[in-house]
């Protein structure tokens, strides 16, 4: 009886150890795991909740990059070769006589009128896609209140304000979905091939151009000192973290989404998918019958929906998706 008692009370002091040393030392290193927590949220801007703050989704984490520049300038104009090779491949027919046309970078305008870090401001935007679900929507308004308006390819606004506003800040286009633009827009050539670069330098300065089996347009109106030059490796980076090799290359609409990550602190997209009907068409287009844009053999626009609907879900966009389907 006498050995069990001084069992008993040999096991109530081991307990009692614990209780005294081992169990402060956890709560102090549970009280820093809590405190390392928000720390770990670091918040990039001014806004209750900003696209590059790190720690929401790892999903996000390990395909944003902050560092990789979306834009051409003079700082980045030397292309690694790996890229340079790559994007040189994605449409052309005649290799060497790209390689010469990529020489066209050192002449061409290399301005940096967007300031691609965040800052202690708030910088809001929405980028306007031209899906048919914006039709009878009533974003126009919501739209031309964001301090920048992204649109692409040849976007139409006149006669469809109420749906898709009537302001731009940034135009997305290449040679064969030009457009003029209006003053104080900033124009921005995603060249998807080295003769785009040629074309471009033609158009802004009033030469022919004949080096080409399309028809394109000879001249655009357009402010040469608000010209942005999608960069090669911001393309190739596009297409290696985000779209995961998901068809030949990204369309220009996820090459406009993901720019907008980069120079937004919070975005709201529009005019994207089909619409409420599941077709896809262009909204100023009559023809509901769809299909066009979404299986073109070069672009996964599934799979790129698929990004944008996850990129919703964690938070780091506002999707509009139009009107809801007739019951």
Not at 45 to 54: A, L, N, V, Y
Not at 115 to 137: D, Q, Y
Not at 209 to 230: C, Y
Not at 281 to 297: I, K, S
Request: hydrophobic share 35%; proline share 4%; charged share 20%.
């Amino acid at each position: 009886m006498a050995y069990n008692c001084r069992k008993f009370y040999k096991r109530k002091k081991f307990f009692l150890v614990i209780c005294c040393f081992v169990l402060p030392l956890y709560f102090l290193y549970s009280h820093s795991l809590v405190k390392e927590g928000p720390q770990s949220l670091k918040k990039t801007c001014s806004c209750e909740t900003c696209i590059s703050d790190r720690g929401i989704s790892r999903w996000f984490d390990v395909r944003f990059n902050s560092s990789i520049q979306p834009q051409l300038t003079r700082r980045n104009e030397n292309i690694p070769q790996d890229i340079l090779l790559w994007w040189l491949g994605l449409q052309s027919r005649h290799p060497r006589l790209s390689m010469m046309y990529s020489r066209l970078f050192e002449v061409m305008p290399k301005f940096n009128p967007i300031k691609n870090g965040h800052s202690c401001n708030c910088r809001r935007c929405a980028i306007v896609g031209n899906s048919g679900n914006l039709k009878g929507s009533n974003y126009g308004q919501l739209i031309d209140s964001q301090d920048y308006v992204i649109r692409m390819n040849r976007a139409v606004t006149k006669g469809h304000e109420s749906d898709v506003g009537k302001k731009t800040t940034h135009h997305f286009m290449y040679p064969e979905s030009a457009k003029d633009l209006e003053p104080n827009v900033h124009l921005v050539l995603v060249p998807f091939k080295p003769h785009d670069l040629l074309w471009f330098a033609n158009v802004l300065t009033n030469k022919n151009f004949f080096l080409t089996h399309r028809k394109l347009k000879g001249h655009i109106t357009a402010d040469s000192n608000k010209v942005i030059i999608f960069h090669p490796g911001f393309f190739k980076y596009v297409h290696d973290e985000w779209t995961e090799h998901h068809g030949r290359y990204p369309s220009t609409g996820m090459l406009a989404l993901i720019f907008g990550l980069h120079i937004c602190d919070q975005l709201l997209v529009f005019g994207y998918g089909g619409d409420r009907n599941g077709n896809w068409h262009h909204y100023w287009e009559n023809n509901r019958l769809g299909g066009a844009f979404r299986v073109t053999g070069v672009h996964n626009a599934t799979f790129e929906m698929n990004i944008i609907t996850r990129l919703a879900e964690i938070g780091k966009i506002q999707l509009y998706r139009g009107t809801p389907a007739a019951s």
